[in-house]
């Protein structure tokens, strides 16, 4: 083979060993390289949000995180991101995120630890459910599975900056390790507000409503999708102002904040999904803490 096509054929495999190695560190692009929505909500922690650069394509590059679809949208900075969620019981450590048409890219999860909270409880089938009690909590979680797992494709988010439902007193975090009469349930998987009854509370983006229902735990309640995998789920409510099917704006009522299901007295519940991963509300808002 001539020198020179000899030249070409290395410059070549250069070349995309450069590339290949570019994708590998998208993962940790310098905060400042990145546009505002990054910037932004990039808390890459167990419960907490990746956002991941994937480029300046012509069009958005399909991208998944442990087999779901993942929210990708163009930022400020004209760069495709995926918006990650990621889930409680996620390890510390480098995660891959699978990109159609192109190589994986990597992102890392940073550690986060997580306050306990002991509540109690008079109604004790709310602690230890009785047999139909569980019968009825199985059918329950089931449609609420279904609604997480909502992927409207092609439909942008209005916003992913959310505005608040309801205004006042953040009272129970995301994450905390909750005991019920001492025994230990699941992690808290939104974030309350402490506001009193017949509160209205409103869409922070607009959406789609895909379930209402009055639950065991959850009591009345609704969800709504904003697009991408991104869900909103209310809680504890007194009153469902809307239905399966609504398409609901920016700030439309949805409900009224209430104390149904498992709640000691008035709140709202609020949770937050991305790719069926329940995640911090607090990092939409600007209100969490950064590790």
């Known amino acids: 083979m001539p020198i020179r096509s000899l030249r070409r054929s290395s410059l070549s495999r250069l070349a995309i060993g450069l590339a290949l190695w570019v994708v590998t560190l998208l993962g940790a692009v310098p905060a400042n390289a990145q546009g505002y929505i990054a910037r932004t909500l990039n808390v890459p922690v167990p419960g907490g949000v990746a956002a991941v ?123 905390l390790r909750r005991f019920f009469n001492g025994e230990e349930r699941n992690p808290h998987s939104g974030l309350d507000f402490a506001v009193p009854a017949g509160t209205p509370v409103k869409a922070p983006a607009a959406g789609r409503v895909v379930l209402v229902g009055d639950y065991f735990f959850n009591g009345k309640t609704v969800f709504v999708d904003h697009g991408q995998g991104f869900i909103s789920m209310f809680c504890h409510l007194s009153v469902i102002g809307v239905k399966v099917g609504d398409e609901v704006a920016r700030g439309a009522v949805v409900g009224k904040v209430g104390a149904t299901g498992r709640a000691t007295g008035p709140h709202l519940h609020w949770n937050v999904s991305l790719n069926d991963a329940r995640v911090d509300p607090a990092i939409f808002i600007g209100a969490a803490k950064r590790p």
């Open 53 to 175: 650069p994937l480029g300046a394509a012509d069009r958005a590059p399909p991208a998944s995180y442990q087999g779901r679809r993942v929210m990708v949208i163009r930022d400020s900075d004209k760069q495709w991101i995926a918006l990650v969620g990621i889930p409680l019981s996620t390890k510390p450590g480098r995660q891959a995120l699978q990109v159609q048409g192109g190589p994986s890219a990597a992102f890392e999860v940073r550690a986060k630890e997580y306050a306990a909270q002991h509540i109690t409880l008079k109604n004790r089938r709310q602690v230890t459910p009785d047999p139909e009690d569980l019968k009825r909590i199985e059918r329950e979680l089931a449609l609420q599975t279904d609604a997480y797992r909502s992927y409207r494709d092609g439909v942008v988010p209005s916003n992913v900056l959310l505005d608040r439902p309801v205004g006042g007193r953040l009272s129970s975090p995301f994450g």
